[in-house]
Each structure stands twice: as C-alpha cells, then as structure tokens.
C-alpha cells in the first residue's frame, strides 16, 4: 500500500525557517517524481516544487523560489521541503504528492500544517 | 502561467442525477510530446485530494465508472453519471503540460 506522510509543520514566526519531512512507502520511491503542493485555510490547492526521481532536477512556483527548496534522499525513502524566509502568506496545508509518470499526481500524504504568524 | 477556468464553482445536484464540470485552460495544453496533460482530483471535506482522471480520460485505479472525462486543446469537461452521496466535495481540474502546473479554483458539488 502506498503511504505518504508528511512532517514537520508547526506555528513559526515571519522570517523563520521550517523543514517538512515526506516519509514515503510502498512503492519503489526512487523511481518517481515527487511534488509539494499547498493550500491555504479555505482555499484551493497550489503547486509548490517538484523533484525528479534521482534529485537532479527541481523546479519551484515564483511565489517560492529562492525562499524554499524540495529535495530527496532515495536511501531513505524521504521527501523534504526546506522552508525559509517564510511570510504569513505561506500558512498552508503541505501535501506530499508522487507523481505517476504521465503527468498527474496519484497519491497524496495526509499534509502537514504550517503556521506563520508572530 | 496558464490559467484554468472551472465552472460552475458551485453545483448543486439530486442525488442519482447526472452532473457536469468544465475546465478551460488559457492555453492549450496539448504537450510537444503529444499528451494532454489535464487530470482530475476530488477532495472531500477535511481529507487530501485523491486523483479521478488523468491525461483528460484515463479513469485511476479504482475510480468508479460513473466518472468520465473528456475535451481536447483548451476545453476539458468531468461529468458524473449518477451522482452518489460520497461525491460531494470540491472537484479540481490541473494541468502538468507547463511548468508551474496550475490547478483551477474548484467547483463545489453538493447534494440538494
């Protein structure tokens, strides 16, 4: 069975950093993409990074980029988003996503809630 | 960034009745290699997105048959065949054809 679980989310003040864990199983994790996507209280889902499935390749939605950074550990089976600089308009749900190889994600994590306020 | 337009944002059904939602893109999304890469996801209240339908048609393992999803280019639609109690929640289209991949505001389907 496929299982995404997500870590690390908590309350954080502006200008602080977090790092979010995605702990993955049941499925061979090295062979795929991975994505975060967020979603604010009430709102709709955003794409947030990617990473391909040896790490060598990322991308990151303008909103994030410089700020956050999406990487993985295929020895560990562990997805992770590095957080920093955050803004309050950063407080979101996290999700770990896998991506499917045919350009749709298939399996979400639970998400992980990240709070920024002072 | 392309753009996804869905609508209605809100739809409210009779259960067994058929429902329908559109999604337009800003562009198309017909990839250089050739696919569409426009899927589908239903989120209920409280819980993660789950996938319906990917590359417009595909139906995901496990996904009833009352989903289907069709359109190419820019106009995209997911009709339900019969809509059941366990359908209700919010429906996302997405699109995975340019980076970042972009998802449309949602559409809201509950029961009458």
């Known amino acids: 069975e496929v299982q995404l679980v997500e870590s690390g989310g908590g309350l954080v003040q502006p200008g602080g950093s977090l790092r979010l864990s995605c702990a993955a199983s049941?499925?061979?994790?090295?062979?795929?993409?991975m994505h975060w996507v967020r979603q604010a209280p009430g709102k709709g889902l955003v794409w947030v990074s990617r990473?391909?499935?040896?790490?060598?390749?990322?991308t990151h939605a303008d909103s994030v980029k410089g700020r956050f950074t999406i990487s993985r550990d295929n020895a560990k089976n562990t997805l992770y988003l590095q957080m920093n600089s955050l803004r309050a308009e950063d407080t979101a749900v996290y999700y770990c996503a896998r991506g499917n190889g045919e350009g749709a994600t298939d399996y979400w994590g639970q998400g992980t809630l990240v709070t920024v306020s002072s | 960034d392309i753009v996804l337009t869905q609508t209605p944002l809100s739809s409210p059904v009779t259960l067994g009745q058929p429902a329908s939602i559109s999604c337009r893109s800003s562009q198309s999304l017909v990839h250089s290699d050739g696919n569409t890469y426009l899927s589908w996801l239903h989120q209920r209240p409280g819980q993660p997105p789950r996938l319906l339908i990917y590359?417009?048609?595909n139906r995901f393992s496990g996904v009833p048959d009352r989903f289907s999803g069709s359109g190419a280019g820019t106009d995209f639609t997911l009709k339900i065949s019969r809509v059941e109690a366990e359908d209700v929640g919010v429906y996302y289209c997405m699109q995975a054809t340019q980076f970042p991949w972009t998802f449309g505001q949602g559409t809201k389907v509950e029961i009458k």
């Open positions: 590359k417009i048609s």
């Open positions: 049941g499925f061979t994790f090295r062979s795929h993409w």
């Open positions: 990473v391909n499935s040896d790490g060598s390749g990322t």
